[in-house]
C-alpha cells in the first residue's frame, strides 16, 4: 500500500512538470511563435492575393504582379505533390536558357509554370473548426516546425522548400521593404543550362545566412521579392 501511494504522488509531481515543461518549451520557441504572428500580419495586409487552391489541397499567397505563388496545403493526405511549395513564372527562365527536362525532380512543369517545393510528411493536420489559411499555417509550425526558420540578415521568417528554395516574410513588414520574397537556389537552374544573371524579374544576388555552425556566410540566391506597402 506504502509503494502504491508513494508511486501515486511521484506522478503526481511528475505530470505536472512534463506539462509546465511543455508550455516553457512552447514559450521559449520565439521563431515558432513569431512565424505565426508575423505570417497572420502578412496575410491580414493582402488578403485580396491570398486564394483556396483545391487544386494542391490548400491555400495560396500571390505576388503582387501575379508572377509567383507561395502554396501551402491544409491536409497533407490530399495533396498531389508537395505540402509547400512555390509556383513561378517559366518562361523567364527557358529565356535564359533553360531546359525544364534536366531540372531535378523537386522542380515540376506544368502549365508554362515551374513549382520547387517538397513534402511535410504523414501526419495529418488536425483543426478546432474550419481550415482556414492561417490555421494551415500554424499546423506546419506544430507538424514541421523544422522547416521554419529566421533569416537575420533580412529579418525575415521563412519556410525552407528543401533543396535551397524558400519562401521568406519579413518580421516586421513597417521597417522592411522586403514584405515577402521568393528565393531560389541558382545552382540547379544554372546546371540545367540558365543564365541565372539573366532571368528577367528575378534577382541574382549573394545573400548572408548562417551556416550549420551558426556562422554567417554568403550563398548565391535567386531572389523576388515585394514590397506591399
Known amino acids: 500500500m506504502t509503494t502504491k501511494i508513494s508511486a501515486a504522488i511521484v506522478l503526481a509531481g511528475i505530470i505536472p512538470a512534463l506539462a509546465l515543461g511543455t508550455l516553457s518549451c512552447e514559450k521559449l520557441d520565439v521563431v515558432g511563435s513569431g512565424s505565426r504572428a508575423s505570417f497572420e500580419k502578412v496575410l491580414n495586409q493582402i488578403p485580396e492575393l491570398v486564394e ?4 494542391n489541397g490548400g491555400w495560396s499567397l500571390r505576388a503582387p504582379d501575379g508572377s509567383a505563388r507561395f502554396i501551402w496545403s491544409e491536409d497533407y ?9 512555390i509556383e513561378f513564372d517559366a518562361a523567364p527562365f527557358v529565356a535564359a536558357g533553360l531546359d525544364p527536362a534536366k531540372l531535378p525532380e523537386n522542380f515540376t512543369l506544368s502549365g508554362g509554370k515551374l513549382s520547387v517545393g517538397t513534402k511535410l510528411g504523414t501526419e495529418t493536420p488536425s483543426y478546432k ?17 523544422d522547416v ?9 521568417y521563412g519556410v525552407n522548400l528543401g533543396g535551397g528554395s524558400l519562401f521568406e516574410w519579413a518580421k516586421d513588414s513597417s521597417a522592411n521593404d522586403k514584405d515577402i520574397v521568393f528565393v531560389l537556389d541558382p545552382a540547379p537552374i544554372a546546371a540545367a543550362g540558365a543564365d541565372v544573371s539573366r532571368v528577367d524579374g528575378w534577382l541574382f544576388a549573394k545573400v548572408t545566412v548562417d551556416d550549420e555552425n551558426g556562422k554567417p556566410v554568403q550563398v548565391d540566391k535567386l531572389l523576388k521579392p515585394f514590397d506591399l506597402s
Open 52 to 55: 483556396s487552391d483545391r487544386q
Open 77 to 85: 493526405s490530399r495533396s498531389p505533390r508537395y505540402d509547400v511549395s
Open 129 to 145: 473548426g474550419e481550415a482556414s489559411p492561417l490555421a494551415a499555417f500554424k499546423q506546419i509550425v506544430r507538424l514541421r516546425r
Open 148 to 156: 521554419i526558420g529566421y533569416h537575420a540578415a533580412l529579418d525575415h
